[in-house]
């Protein structure tokens, strides 16, 4: 199947770093998850994901599949330009942006909407960090947490939250009380040094807050689960871990996205999606960041059970521009693959694949974050 002319909603994605910041790091850094230097400046470009994309980028670029050719090819472009070629390449409808990371070190999503239609996701961690460092009584913590995103600002399309990296998926009901306490137990262990929230009572106690609020909007909740970088417990990323939350009335109308394909956990993630009304998937940073093979198995294992209205494109793109073209370029090849497989296996139909095609790369995430379709 040819799936390139279906333009894509990015559901979740992050925005790219200024040239000042990206320069301070190897270009094989934006190509692994991992941080420890020998990874970054090494191993990272042994990976048959980096191996491909180098080959991909050239063609793209129209330069020799080397990175030294690659990085004068993007200097002489520029960043605006590079990123209007990926973006383009990429038939990209709209993104949506988890801009979590340092102000000072990215792209604001209104520097994206030069190129295509841009939202926010706002993380609820980040904003509970920010707060804390200016407040010390608790419950005027709360009320100021309560009022920055009740209600969310227009810019807001989805609350995301890492709880997954901080504290694990096991979230459990915390008491007002017992949040205080461990607020001003944290506030005084963080004294003097810049404050990471990594506190499970506090976290869990933000999340379902956050997601009485969004429950109340009908916002999406993004959740990280399944693989990332090491500070993440993988054992803890399970989204089987969940039940709670899922099991819990009053977030039953809380929409939740598991964001990753919850890798390695595809299967408890798609069981998950197919048992719970409340639960998406979407399949970004397992492609494009995958050998092919392991991209084709990861939408292929989704696929055995979940819901074809469930599942939404993703990438994961971050730093560079050339992720969002590389996600892009995958997620529609593999995806169309395993469609044609279902097809030969008497699953669906072609006009079944066509639609389902075209559910997964817009139309369910149009539906979720109640965008108008063009």
């Known amino acids: 199947m040819n799936l390139a002319e279906i333009p894509l909603i990015e559901q979740h994605a992050h925005n790219i770093l200024i040239p000042e910041v990206a320069a301070k790091y190897p270009y094989a850094a934006a190509f692994t998850e991992g941080y420890d230097p020998e990874i970054v400046n090494y191993h990272a470009k042994h990976t048959l994901f980096y191996y491909r994309s180098l080959r991909e980028i050239a063609t793209l670029l129209n330069c020799e599949p080397e990175e030294t050719a690659i990085l004068t090819a993007r200097q002489n472009l520029g960043i605006e330009k590079l990123t209007q070629i990926s973006f383009d390449a990429a038939n990209l409808e709209a993104i949506y942006l988890d801009d979590r990371l340092t102000s000072e070190d990215i792209f604001p999503v209104s520097w994206h909407q030069k190129f295509t239609t841009a939202k926010r996701i706002l993380c609820i961690e980040l904003l509970a960090e920010k707060l804390m460092a200016k407040i010390n009584d608790f419950h005027n913590f709360v009320n100021a947490f309560i009022q920055a995103i009740d209600p969310p600002s227009s810019d807001i399309i989805a609350f995301k939250s890492i709880a997954c990296y901080r504290a694990g998926l096991n979230i459990k009901p915390v008491a007002p009380a017992v949040a205080a306490v461990h607020f001003y ?76 394909a919850s890798y390695p956990y595809m299967r408890e993630a798609g069981y998950l999606a197919s048992m719970y009304p409340q639960v998406y998937l979407d399949f970004g940073l397992a492609v ?87």
């Open 185 to 260: 137990d944290f506030k005084q262990q963080q004294k003097n040094q810049p404050l990471r929230l990594n506190d499970k009572h506090i976290i869990d106690f933000i999340l379902q807050l956050s997601l009485t609020i969004a429950s109340k909007y009908q916002i999406p909740v993004q959740l990280h689960t399944g693989l990332g970088d090491p500070d993440l417990d993988l054992r803890l990323a399970n989204p089987l871990n969940l039940r709670y939350l899922l099991e819990s009335p009053e977030y039953k109308n809380t929409p939740l996205v598991l964001l990753h």
């Open 288 to 374: 494009p960041f995958l050998s092919v093979a392991g991209m084709r198995n990861t939408i292929t294992q989704l696929l055995e059970l979940i819901p074809t209205t469930k599942l939404m494109y993703s990438s994961d793109a971050h730093s560079i521009p050339e992720l969002y073209y590389l996600g892009a370029k995958w997620g529609r090849q593999l995806l169309g693959e395993v469609l044609e497989t279902a097809i030969k296996d008497t699953d669906i139909n072609s006009r079944e694949a066509e639609n389902i095609a075209l559910r997964i790369l817009r139309e369910n995430a149009l539906n979720l974050y109640r965008q108008k379709k063009g």
